[in-house]
């Protein structure tokens, strides 16, 4: 998986908690809201999730 790939994912699994997030080269990117102290939690699940599924990319390491 290359690390696109990756923030893809991650970034797709965000929006459906309605997080509005889009994957990029650089990284995740936040939309207007953002992730708020309450959502911290979540986004640190999410990708250490889809990191276990689908491994870390050589970039993200």
Known sequence: MTSTEYQFRVSEILRLFDIEAVGSETGVVYGDKGVEL????????????????????????
């Open 38 to 61: 309450e959502d911290q939690p979540l986004v640190w699940a999410v990708h250490a999730l889809v990191a276990r599924r689908f491994g870390i990319p050589e970039s993200q390491m």
